[in-house]
């Protein structure tokens, strides 16, 4: 009987997953598996909301495949040796997993493939998995990759969208092949305390509640800080518990103005993805250098501790910076804000935030994370790249009653407009009685700075 593994990687779900599909097709036997890579771990992007997150995902995962009469394998080492090693136990002829962008991926994907093929078994990897449309599905006449979203979006929105595919209904595994146990939420310390629970169960009810209400005013209010109108499905496709392919259908059955800014949206993720398969270093480096000297964290020490802790002295920056904490989530518009207040106003290098951002984020994600950095930073594909976002305009544009900050930080939430915005209008007496920083910056002096910087640059 012909056996096939499947290898999960980005994408913990059995509903529309060309991999499982093409592996099912011969009506063999699966083996399912997951190997918790050792590279990811030393690269540093174990950190503990993800694991939790993921342990969430794989449990979920496994449930999900006993229910059809399989079982998730676990295994954990060098990603390669462990396939190989599933694949002898298994007596396997072939290997389906998704195809992914980053650097790390091509390379772990060619040494599977070598690894594989000496051993005489096929490796599938399949594109539409983790993204909508494929890195270099779409190209301009003149390069690799689109550098501007516009246009991207414009040939994006015209692809052809492959059908969603149904769950399996039924999954054999062969027998003999070991797993270790399956990690456990329960066993990490150092989570964030509002961390949104993880699976395809829990990610295919949000989607659904989300497409069902929230998604029409996403238009309106997706920039409202308050209001938290986002669909917060982020973690739920960058761990691939939902299909980006089945959103995006699903969305535009949904129809309206909300559901096609959303879609929108979804097409930045594919669009990043497409950067960085391109310039895989720009994960790292400046996609387009503007010859900045940054401050590094130990030159700004103390302003950057101040930022991770949401003690600047701008409470929407710190709102932000503590809801990053409390959630191991952002909102988007929030994340925009932290970013340029870090990289223009502190003028500190885009590595450490992103950092930071990948230490904490439940959705953190190479592509995603480091070329928005980049984006506000005015070394990605900003077409303005030296716009800076003033954080008292933009709270009082996004955040106009102030519940954004009263919610995330307590000893402002006594406070009305404007003093909730700026504390520093209140009265001596007032200002003696709330245990807050004194701003950290002025914000024409950063600005300056800034604008200096890139004048000499
Ligand atoms: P929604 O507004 O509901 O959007 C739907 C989906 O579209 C999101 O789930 C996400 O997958 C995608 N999306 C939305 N905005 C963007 C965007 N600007 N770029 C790429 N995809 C987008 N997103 C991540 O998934 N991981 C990250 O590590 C990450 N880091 C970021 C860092 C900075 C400095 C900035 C400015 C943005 C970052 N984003 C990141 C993008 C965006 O902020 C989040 O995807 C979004 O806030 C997630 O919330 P949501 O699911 O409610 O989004």
Not at 82 to 90: F, G, K, N, S, W
Not at 325 to 345: D, I, V, Y
Request: charged share 25%; hydrophobic share 40%; aromatic share 8%.
């Amino acid at each position: 009987m012909n056996v096939s593994v499947v290898l999960f990687t980005s994408d913990l779900r059995l509903h529309d997953h060309p991999p499982l599909r093409a592996a099912g097709d011969g009506n063999g036997q699966i083996v399912p598996l997951f190997v918790r890579d050792r590279a990811v771990d030393t690269a540093g992007f174990a950190v503990p909301n993800r694991l939790a997150f993921l342990a969430d995902c794989l449990r979920d995962l496994d449930g999900a495949l006993r229910e059809r009469g399989g079982r998730l394998i676990v295994r954990s080492g060098d990603l390669v040796e462990q396939v190989c090693r599933v694949v002898t136990e298994a007596d396997a002829d072939e290997v389906h997993m998704a195809s992914e962008a980053s650097a790390h991926a091509h390379r772990r994907e060619r040494r599977l493939r070598r690894a594989l093929e000496a051993q005489g078994c096929r490796l599938h990897v399949h594109d539409t998995v983790t993204t909508v449309v494929a890195p270099g599905g779409v190209t301009p006449a003149s390069s690799d990759h689109f550098a501007v979203f516009t246009p991207y979006f414009r040939q994006w929105s015209g692809q052809h969208l492959r059908g969603v595919l149904g769950a399996p209904r039924v999954v054999r595994v062969p027998d003999g092949v070991t797993s270790e146990p399956l990690p456990s939420r329960a066993d990490l310390r150092g989570l964030s305390e509002g961390l949104a629970p993880g699976g395809e169960a829990a990610g295919r009810r949000r989607l659904s509640h989300w497409l069902r209400g929230g998604v029409a005013a996403y238009e309106d209010r997706h920039d409202d800080l308050a209001a938290d109108a986002t669909s917060r499905l982020s973690p739920h496709l960058h761990f691939g518990t939902l299909s980006p392919v089945e959103v995006v259908h699903r969305a535009r059955a949904a129809g309206g103005p909300g559901a096609e800014a959303f879609v929108r949206q979804v097409a930045w993720r594919d669009f990043h993805r497409q950067v960085l398969a391109a310039r895989p270093d720009a994960a790292h480096r400046d996609y387009r250098t503007r010859g900045d000297h940054w401050r590094s964290e130990q030159e700004a020490e103390a302003d950057v501790a101040a930022w991770k802790e949401g003690r600047t002295g701008y409470p929407v920056i710190d709102a932000a910076m503590r809801q990053l904490r409390h959630e191991g989530w952002m909102h988007n518009r929030a994340r925009l804000l932290t970013a340029s207040f870090l990289t223009k106003t502190l003028y500190v290098d885009w590595r450490v935030g992103a950092r930071h951002f990948l230490d904490l984020l439940v959705d953190g994600d190479l592509a995603n994370n480091q070329l928005n950095w980049q984006w506000v930073a005015g070394t990605g594909t900003d077409t303005r790249p030296n716009r800076v976002l003033n954080p008292l305009i933009q709270a009082k544009r996004y955040d106009p009653d102030g519940g954004y900050v009263r919610r995330w930080v307590p000893e402002l939430a006594g406070l009305d407009v404007p003093a909730v915005h700026e504390p520093w209008r209140l009265t001596g007496l007032e200002r003696a009685e709330i245990d807050y920083p004194d701003p950290i910056v002025d914000l024409a002096a950063g600005l300056r700075r800034f604008r200096e910087a890139r004048e000499r640059a």
